[in-house]
C-alpha cells in the first residue's frame, strides 16, 4: 500500500499553508514530515487524516482516491499532539471507543472488544491501567493510549502529530525506540510530524525536508544529511545540530 | 519587635476588612433586604391568608401558565443554544462572529420592545394577523405568544454558557472521534454532550429562572386576561395594583422561592461534582 501525495495546495485565510507538495512513500515505510514550526506539514497530516480538506491536488494510497473518503472512513489512525483522550472515558472505554461506534454488523461483541484492548494496552505496556481516567496519567502513558487507541481500528496508515513534542528528554527517547520496534512489527505505513530532526533521523526510513509549505529535500537519513539539496535544508540541519 | 513579612498578594488588613463590609453590606442592602421584605409582607397577615392568596384560582391559573411557558420556551432554547453553539465553535464558517453577536441580541434589546415586535408581526394589525385569523389561530394575547416572548428574552442563556466552555475545548475530541469512525450524530452524543452536560445544566437553570421571571415582553404579548394570559410575574402587578398587598406578596415569594430553589440546585450541583466538573474544563 504505497502513498503518492501529488500537488497539494492548501490556503488558509490569509495565508498559503501548502504551495504544491509532492512526495511517493513506499508500502510500510516510516516517514517523518521534518521542518519548522509553519511549515506546512501539521497542515499536510491532517489533509491524509481527513481533517482538513486542500484547495488542488491528488493523494493516493492503497489503490485508492484517499481524498474522497470522509475521515470516518479512512481508517487512519491519527494520534493528536495533545492526544485528545475523550477525558470523560476511562482508558479502556477510549481504546474500544473506534470499535463500539461500529455500525452493528461490523460491530464486535462486548467480550471480544474487551479483549481486543485488553490486548492492545498490553502492545503499549499499561496492562491493569484500563480502569483509570486521562487525568490520573502521566503524560508518556497518555500518549501509549492514544496510540492504543488509535491501533484498536486496524488502521489502513498511522498518522502522529509531534508525537513526542510534550514528553521530557528521557521519555521521548525510550517511547521513540519502543515505537520503531512497533512499526517493524506491525508492517504498517507510518506518518510523523515532527521539527526535531534528530528524531526524525532516528526513526524514519524517509525524511521529508518542508519549509513554507514546500518541500525542500525528500529522502533517507542519509541522502538527506550527506546531500542537502537546498541552502534551506543544510542551515537547516546545521543550525539545530547538537 | 519586627513583623512578619507579608505575602505580596496580601493587603492591608484595614484593605480587606473594608472591602468584606462593602460586599457584605451591599448583598444585604440590595439582596437580601428585599427579598427578605418580600416574604415578611406575604406572611404579614398569617401563614393561613398568604396560602388562601396562592390557593386562589386566579392565581394558581397564573403559576400554572408560568410552569407551561418554561416547559416549552426552556427546552426549545437548550435546543436552539447546543445547535448555535455547535456550530459555532466547531465550524467555520463565513458570517460566524455576526451570528456571535445575533445571539446577544436579547441581552441589548428592552423586552418591551421584543414585545412589541411579536405584536407587529402577529397581532390583528400585524404583518401575519389577517393570515392567522383566517387559520383562526391566536398568538397574541394567547400562550404562543407568552412562549415567543419568553424563548425571545431566554434564548442567549444556554449559547451564552457553552460557547466559551465549548471554545475552551477545541475541535480535537470531535476530530479523534470522527477519525476513528464514529458519525456526527455518535459523536455528538458520546464526545460533544458528555463533555458540555454541566454547562448545558447551568444554562439550562439560568434560562429557566429568568423564563419564570420574565415581565416585560410578556407584559406586551400577554393582554393580562386574569386566570387566562397572566404569569406569575404579571399576576404580581396586577394584585398589587388592585391594593392587594398580600396577595401580591405571596405570589412574589412563591416567585422567589422558585428562584432560589433554582439557585441553590445549581450549587449543591456544583458542589457534588466539583472533581467531574474540574475535569471537564481541563485536559
Redesign the interface.
Given at each position: 500500500m504505497s502513498l503518492v501525495v501529488e500537488s497539494i495546495a492548501k490556503r488558509f485565510e490569509r495565508f498559503p499553508a501548502l504551495n504544491g507538495v509532492s512526495f511517493n512513500a513506499p508500502r510500510d515505510t516510516f516517514v517523518a514530515l521534518l521542518g519548522p514550526s509553519g511549515s506546512g506539514k501539521t497542515t499536510l497530516l491532517r489533509i491524509l487524516?481527513?481533517?482538513e480538506f486542500p484547495d488542488e491536488g491528488s493523494v493516493r494510497f492503497a489503490d485508492l482516491d484517499w481524498l474522497s473518503l470522509?475521515?470516518?472512513?479512512?481508517?487512519?489512525?491519527?494520534v493528536?499532539q495533545?492526544y485528545?483522550?475523550?477525558?470523560?472515558m476511562t482508558v479502556a472505554q477510549n481504546v474500544a471507543?473506534?470499535l463500539s461506534?461500529?455500525p452493528r454488523r461490523q460491530r464486535p461483541s462486548r467480550n471480544a472488544i474487551a479483549r481486543r484492548v485488553e490486548e492492545l494496552l498490553t502492545l503499549v505496556q499499561l496492562e491493569g491501567l484500563g480502569k483509570r481516567?486521562p487525568?490520573q496519567l502521566s503524560g508518556g502513558q497518555c500518549q501509549r493510549v492514544a496510540l492504543a487507541?488509535?491501533l484498536?481500528?486496524e488502521p489502513r496508515i498511522l498518522l502522529l502529530d509531534e508525537p513526542f513534542g510534550a514528553l521530557d528528554a528521557k521519555v521521548r527517547k525510550e517511547l521513540r525506540v519502543w515505537l520503531r520496534a512497533l512499526h517493524e512489527r506491525l508492517g504498517l505505513t507510518t506518518i510523523f510530524v515532527t521539527h526535531d530532526q534528530e528524531e526524525a533521523f532516528a526513526l524514519a526510513d524517509l525524511v521529508v525536508i518542508m519549509n513554507k509549505g514546500k518541500i525542500e529535500q525528500c529522502g533517507t537519513p542519509e541522502e538527506v544529511r550527506n546531500a542537502p539539496k537546498t541552502k534551506f535544508v543544510a542551515e537547516f540541519l546545521s543550525s539545530a545540530a547538537p | 519587635m519586627k513583623k512578619p513579612p507579608r505575602r505580596s498578594t496580601e493587603d492591608h488588613p484595614l484593605v480587606r476588612v473594608v472591602l468584606s463590609i462593602v460586599a457584605i453590606g451591599f448583598i444585604g442592602l440590595f439582596l437580601v433586604l428585599p427579598l427578605t421584605m418580600v416574604f415578611s409582607q406575604a406572611l404579614s397577615r398569617g401563614l393561613g391568608v398568604t396560602l388562601a392568596a396562592i390557593e386562589e384560582p386566579d392565581a394558581l391559573a397564573a403559576v400554572r401558565l408560568t410552569l407551561l411557558a418554561a416547559a416549552i420556551a426552556v427546552p426549545l432554547n437548550a435546543l436552539f443554544g447546543i445547535s448555535a453553539s455547535w456550530a459555532i465553535t466547531k465550524f467555520d464558517f463565513r458570517g460566524k462572529g455576526f451570528l456571535t453577536t445575533l445571539i446577544d441580541l436579547p441581552f441589548s434589546v428592552s423586552p418591551v420592545v421584543s414585545g412589541l415586535i411579536y405584536v407587529l408581526i402577529f397581532g390583528l394589525q400585524g404583518w401575519l394577523g389577517p393570515t392567522l385569523r383566517e387559520w383562526d389561530i391566536k398568538v397574541i394575547f394567547a400562550l404562543p405568544g407568552i412562549v415567543l416572548a419568553t424563548m425571545f428574552v431566554t434564548f442567549p442563556f444556554i449559547a451564552r454558557e457553552l460557547i466559551p466552555l465549548m471554545t475552551d475545548q477545541g475541535r480535537?475530541?470531535e476530530?479523534?472521534?470522527?477519525?476513528?469512525?464514529?458519525?456526527g450524530l455518535?459523536t455528538f452524543l458520546?464526545?460533544t454532550l458528555?463533555?458540555i452536560k454541566w454547562g448545558l445544566l447551568y444554562g439550562v437553570l439560568l434560562c429557566n429562572a429568568r423564563a419564570m421571571g420574565e415581565f416585560g415582553a410578556v407584559s406586551v404579548v400577554s393582554g393580562h386576561i386574569r386566570g387566562l394570559t397572566n404569569t406569575m410575574p404579571l399576576h404580581v402587578e396586577v394584585l398589587y395594583n388592585d391594593y392587594q398587598f398580600v396577595g401580591a406578596f405571596a405570589v412574589a415569594s412563591l416567585l422567589a422561592l422558585l428562584a432560589i430553589v433554582t439557585l441553590t440546585l445549581k450549587s449543591f450541583l456544583e458542589w457534588h461534582f466539583a472533581e467531574e466538573i474540574a475535569?471537564?474544563h481541563?485536559?
Open positions: 487524516g481527513g481533517l470522509p475521515a470516518r472512513e479512512r481508517r487512519a489512525g491519527f493528536f495533545n485528545a483522550l475523550f477525558r470523560h471507543f473506534g461506534v461500529r481516567y487525568s487507541r488509535a484498536a481500528i | 480535537e475530541e476530530e479523534a472521534a470522527a477519525s476513528l469512525g464514529a458519525s455518535r458520546r464526545i458528555p463533555n475535569a471537564a481541563h485536559h
